[in-house]
Nanobody, 114 residues
Framework: QVQLVESGGGLVQAGGSLRLSCAASGSASSINAMDWYRQAPGKPREWVAQITRRGSTTYADSVKGRFTISRDNAKNTVDLQMNSLKPEDTAVYYC????????WGRGTQVTVSS
């Protein structure tokens, strides 16, 4: 019903920035909240940020003040602007959407070197 394509991952040095993007297709008109998660090697997947359809946002304590989530309902995209990156931000980042069910993207690798 919903397909997600993520982009924007890469390798950056500590203190740098990256902008991740996730584009939804299929039955995209039914999408409600959108989230970003991440998973580091050997660790469980953790929630990072959420934005509702009306634009309300929430963040994990570990990224508050550094990351910003946004969405464009007309284009069916959700972005994650990541600033002041730290080595501990290294992980595979996933987008998730709620469309009467949860759908996950394939993930994009973010690596932050010290």
């Amino acid at each position: 019903q919903v397909q997600l394509v993520e982009s924007g991952g890469g390798l950056v040095q500590a203190g740098g920035s990256l902008r991740l993007s996730c584009a939804a297709s299929g039955s995209a008109s039914s999408i409600n909240a959108m989230d970003w998660y991440r998973q580091a090697p050997g660790k469980p997947r953790e929630w990072v940020a959420q934005i509702t359809r009306r634009g309300s946002t929430t963040y994990a304590d570990s990224v508050k003040g550094r990351f910003t989530i946004s969405r464009d309902n007309a284009k069916n995209t959700v972005d994650l602007q990541m600033n002041s990156l730290k080595p501990e931000d290294t992980a595979v980042y996933y987008c998730r959407v709620n469309s009467n069910a949860f759908y996950w993207g394939r993930g994009t690798q973010v690596t932050v070197s010290s």
